[in-house]
């Protein structure tokens, strides 16, 4: 299992130039296509200091795939740009235990009242691996713990 907290904040898509939504031989694509085009033997012709910069670019993209050519490590590293975003979003309010949320057998989904009025909701699916849950009315989130 990879430490994410160990990888650099980099957005790993855009490195190599996809979108979050592609798929694995999409990116698969993109990472072949850049690795060639940035590989040292392939740089006989540039100036001095563009072959340094080719060379941090292909280690970033070697970096890229690392991440995200692997299921799981992709898994991990998207719902941390996932809570990433949430965190932005506005402040985390409280932490509680999945046990301390209502259960909603109608829509198989966890809740809690938010102090505004509004609701805190996740998604059976989700609630396994979510860490951030946002207030459906304001800003403010719960971050959602696990027992150990």
Request: net charge negative.
């Amino acid at each position: 299992m990879m430490a994410l907290d160990q990888i650099p904040k980099r957005d790993w898509y855009s490195v190599l130039g996809a979108d979050p939504s592609a798929d694995a031989s999409d990116l698969k694509h993109k990472y072949q296509k850049l690795v060639l085009m940035y590989h040292p033997d392939k740089q006989s012709t540039a100036a001095l200091e563009e072959l340094e910069e080719r060379r941090q670019r292909f280690l970033e993209v070697g970096q890229a795939w690392k991440v995200l050519g692997n299921e799981q490590s992709r898994k991990e590293y998207d719902l941390q740009r996932h809570e990433d975003e949430l965190r932005s979003m506005g402040p985390v309010h409280a932490q509680v235990y999945l046990e301390e949320m209502s259960w909603n057998e109608g829509d198989r989904s966890f809740s809690l009242s938010c102090r505004c009025g509004g609701r805190y909701s996740v998604g059976e699916q989700e609630a396994a691996a979510i860490g951030l849950v946002p207030c459906d009315t304001c800003s403010l989130m719960v971050e959602l713990l696990h027992d150990s």
